[in-house]
């Protein structure tokens, strides 16, 4: 009799459990609702923060702003909280200057914040990428009806070449990310089209690979591609879409990575990925810090992050990170078919 009422007592909690979230929609779905209060980080974080490496900075914020941190310190600073746009590229070259694409335009400055070159971009059109090529050209992709692959002799602002690719999206959602590849050919990260395309000087399309939402793309010296994705994933993939090498940031444990942008290889294997935050649609917690990028080793261990938003190292959100001490990634030695 005992075990009976049990049972009853049991069952009757059952069935006002599943009454409740069968006709309360609110309590399903606080029910099935993720933790959202979570830390963004463990408070102690892995590595030697800032101070482990010498990099140059930027990334998409509400200011323009780029910086180089040396030992740990602010060495170097661009600043502009006038202009419009933002900083979805940009590039430190060996003799100090600075190329940056700032969504309405691309610019290239010295050291001194001197303007060397500069293009505005139409009305209606963004610039969101943007590479150099030797010392006389830019090559950039511009955003809207249609949209196009530029390269401009910076030397006597002519355009030496232009070429139409296919898009589907209103201007702002088509691109964020091209490289030049070794052979000369462009690599283009089409986000709205959810493809990475490989295009040579003439516009020829030589390669296609469906990567979702695909947000950056970047050669690797073995051939193969360095992707994220606004699906929250970096993949190694091949030239034949297999994928290599895979990272979901919904799997760090301990940390919320949301908005992977450009990710590098290192030359120890490990793979650094910016962690962008939005400032449009959030409002950073002081007491829940995001981080700002993460090192990622092949077996996926986080062995270290940036998180520095307090003076006076406040980098702002990231987007780009580019390691001083790593010898030519691709950047200085480029050629984009017979444009060197």
């Known amino acids: 009799m005992l075990n009976t009422?049990?049972?009853?007592?049991?069952?009757?909690?059952?069935?006002?459990?599943?009454?409740?979230?069968?006709?309360?929609?609110?309590?399903?779905?606080?029910?099935i609702a993720p933790e959202t209060n979570a830390p963004f980080a463990p408070a102690v974080l892995p590595g030697n923060?800032?101070?482990?490496?010498?990099?140059?900075?930027?990334?998409?914020?509400?200011?323009?702003?780029m910086y180089i941190v040396r030992g740990g310190r602010m060495t170097w600073a661009y600043t502009d909280t006038i202009g419009k746009g933002e900083i979805s590229d940009a590039t430190l070259m060996k003799n100090g200057n600075v190329l940056f694409a700032h969504q309405f335009g691309v610019t290239l400055i010295d050291s001194d914040k001197k303007i060397l070159w500069n293009y505005n971009a139409p009305e209606g059109y963004e610039t969101?990428?943007?590479?150099l090529i030797g010392n006389d050209h830019v090559v950039f992709v511009q955003n809207g009806t249609p949209a196009k692959v530029i390269v401009i002799d910076i030397k006597t602002n002519k355009?030496?070449?232009?070429?139409?690719?296919?898009f589907k999206s209103g201007t702002h959602g088509q691109i964020r990310?091209?490289?030049?590849?070794?052979?000369?050919?462009?690599?283009?990260?089409?986000?709205?089209?959810?493809?990475?395309?490989?295009?040579?000087?003439?516009?020829?399309?030589?390669?296609?690979?469906?990567?979702?939402?695909?947000?950056?793309a970047v050669p690797l010296k073995n051939g193969n591609i360095l992707v994220t994705?606004?699906?929250?994933?970096?993949?190694?993939?091949?030239?034949?879409g297999t994928v290599i090498w895979e990272y979901q940031l919904a799997n760090a444990p301990g940390y919320r990575l949301t908005n992977p942008q450009i990710a590098s290889r290192l030359p120890n294997g490990n793979t650094l990925i910016n962690?962008?935050?939005n400032q449009w649609s959030s409002r950073l917690d002081t007491s829940n810090i995001p981080v700002q990028a993460v090192e990622v080793t092949p077996d996926k261990k986080i062995i270290w992050a940036l998180?520095?938003?307090?003076?006076?190292?406040?980098?702002?959100?990231?987007?780009?990170?580019?390691?001083?001490?790593?010898?030519?990634?691709?950047?200085?030695?480029?050629?984009?078919?017979?444009?060197?």
């Open 159 to 166: 355009v030496e070449k232009e070429f139409t690719i296919p």
């Open 128 to 131: 969101h990428t943007a590479q």
């Open 5 to 31: 009422l049990k049972l009853t007592h049991f069952a009757l909690i059952i069935i006002l459990l599943l009454t409740s979230v069968i006709f309360n929609p609110a309590a399903a779905q606080q029910a």
């Open 307 to 340: 998180r520095s938003w307090a003076e006076p190292l406040n980098l702002g959100p990231a987007t780009t990170i580019q390691l001083l001490s790593v010898p030519d990634i691709g950047i200085e030695k480029v050629h984009f078919g017979n444009i060197k």
């Open 229 to 240: 994705s606004n699906q929250n994933f970096v993949k190694e993939i091949s030239r034949d």
């Open 49 to 65: 923060g800032p101070k482990k490496f010498d990099f140059f900075y930027a990334g998409e914020g509400k200011a323009r702003n």
């Open 275 to 277: 962690n962008w935050f």
């Open 177 to 216: 990310h091209a490289r030049l590849t070794p052979t000369g050919t462009l690599l283009i990260a089409h986000m709205d089209l959810g493809k990475v395309c490989e295009y040579d000087v003439n516009g020829k399309q030589l390669l296609s690979i469906d990567v979702p939402s695909v947000w950056s």
